[in-house]
């Protein structure tokens, strides 16, 4: 790249330096970094407010909540918006380095100020020249590219995200796993003499343009993940493997059109996340053993059909997370089955009463819309033990949620509440309740009747600022082995 072209993209970038953020020294950084943590809130306390309260250590996929696992989705998304911006302007094409990134950003994601630093060059190991080089080269273009970035994370408090991520050439961004029955690269998958024993191919970002054949050699194989490539279209003979279970073909270009379903009864798991789809595809359809089906991260502004999920009779579990959804439609009745329904950051101002008729719905994530209220026949989801209403405009819960017999965790935190709904007081079953960041004033002393409860948060509200937070409701709590976080 030229130096004209160089100072030229980096305006473009940067909006010929309007609203720019501030990019730290190393010095500044340092001189600063306590004040800023004070100033700014952790992202994962806007994900999930009760982050700080679990325990360390690593978890399953299966054992993280909802806000865990957004965490980590847009930390990969993040390095993914990174890595683009760089292969675009046509830099880091033959190397891999370490960034490691502080970034502290508005309410509404804009970012107010940066820190970065590179750690390592993975082609020059060991070797501080070649780190500063590029520093020097990759400074304003970073420093411009954020000044147009918005994190995709919106709250009511400033907020921080830190992370350390390989930039640059993008298979060497690959977590390769290990394990019997698992491949990992082309090259093992065409030379291996016991194909029989293959269950798991995973052949995510390696910048393929088109499905390879040799995934037709495994006779058992049930898992397959293309995920983060440069697929264009997935053929009908993939969806005749007759062992295939879960598809992942997540964050490639395949469009409305890019779907070539073939009907069958074994496909359990099909990710169609990232994948430019404005619709969802008619071919869903003909995967008639469908259990999880997810579609976020995709733009269906314009309304979202359900039609082809009316014979997808044992669909358990429909992500449709960060997908732009302006309504929710009332379509979604007819999938009896449903047992987690994922409806994050989307722009929902009210969610249909015909929600109110999954009698299997056991997990409900409405957090990050804009509802003022909950279905008042909310209470007809007999079967629910998790709901996620964090961050909407909610100031009362229907009286009908008081039927939630089974209901474990409730989270109705950063919302407008200026009193503990009655509702919640009668919840027989009640483990984990989260008040945070609302307006309350007061703590009602028939929490005590809640036996059941393990943990209650009510940070960031006036009772708990002003510590007029009772004792002797306090103890009384501890005494039926509750922690509160105040």
């Known amino acids: 790249m030229t130096r004209a072209l160089f100072t030229s993209f980096c305006l473009l970038l940067s909006g010929i330096g309007l609203a720019q953020p501030v990019c730290l020294t190393p010095a500044e950084h340092k001189a600063l970094s306590r004040k800023l943590d004070q100033e700014y809130i952790p992202v994962r306390s806007v994900l999930d407010p009760g ?13 993280m909540t909802p ?58 190991k060991n070797d501080s020249l070649a780190v500063m080089r590029l520093t020097e080269k990759l400074r304003p273009v970073l420093c411009a590219w954020f000044s147009t970035y918005h994190f995709p994370v919106t ?11 390989p930039i640059g050439k993008l298979p060497s961004r690959r977590k390769l796993r290990k394990g019997p029955g698992i491949l990992v690269t082309l090259e093992d998958a065409e030379k291996t003499t016991r194909p029989d024993t293959v269950k798991n191919l995973v052949f995510n970002t390696l910048e393929l343009t088109e499905v390879p ?20 279209a997935i053929p009908e003979k993939v969806f005749t493997i007759p062992t295939l279970k879960q598809l992942n073909v997540s964050f490639n270009p395949l469009g409305n059109e890019g779907l070539h379903v073939a009907r069958n009864r074994h496909l359990k798991l099909l ?6 789809i404005t619709d969802l595809p008619k071919g869903v359809s003909k995967n008639r053993r469908l259990e999880s089906l997810w579609l976020g991260l995709n733009n269906f502004s314009d309304g979202l059909s359900t039609r082809p999920l009316r014979r997808l009779r044992r669909l358990k579990d429909l992500n449709l997370y960060r997908a732009r959804l302006n309504t929710l439609p009332v379509g979604i009745r007819r999938l009896k089955r449903l047992e987690i329904l994922d409806l994050y950051y989307n722009n929902l101002t009210e969610l249909p009463e015909p929600l109110c008729r999954l009698p299997r719905l056991q997990q409900l994530a409405v957090s990050n819309n804009k509802l003022n209220t ?4 909310l209470g007809r989801l007999r079967k629910l033990q998790v709901l996620y209403t964090h961050h909407n405009l909610l100031t009362s819960l229907p009286a009908s949620l008081s039927k939630l017999y089974y209901l474990r965790i409730l989270d109705i935190s950063h919302n407008g509440f200026f009193a503990v709904p009655d509702p919640i007081l009668t919840l027989p079953y009640l483990e984990e309740l989260e008040l945070s960041h609302n307006r ?9 009747h809640l036996k059941t409860l393990k943990k209650l948060y009510v940070r960031g509200n006036p009772v708990s600022e002003s510590k007029t937070v009772s004792s002797v409701l306090i103890n009384q709590l501890e005494e039926n082995k509750t922690e509160v976080f105040y």
């Open 155 to 165: 709250g009511d408090k400033p907020y921080r995200f830190s992370t350390s991520l």
């Open 67 to 124: 806000g865990e696992k957004k965490f980590f989705e847009l930390n990969a998304q993040f390095g993914t918006d990174l890595n683009q911006m760089l292969r675009k302007a046509n830099l880091l094409q033959d190397t891999t380095c370490l960034l490691m990134v502080s970034l502290y950003a508005r309410p509404d994601g804009s970012v107010q100020r940066v820190f970065f630093e590179f750690g390592r060059n993975f082609m020059q």
């Open 51 to 63: 982050f700080q309260n679990r325990p360390p250590g690593y978890r399953e996929e299966n054992e």
């Open 271 to 276: 990710n169609l996340q990232s994948t430019k």
């Open 213 to 232: 054949e040799v995934i037709y050699r495994f006779p058992n194989l049930e898992i397959l993940d293309l995920s983060a490539n440069a697929l264009t």
């Open 440 to 448: 309350l004033t007061d703590l009602p002393a028939t929490l005590t």
């Open 374 to 377: 909950l279905p008042k026949n």
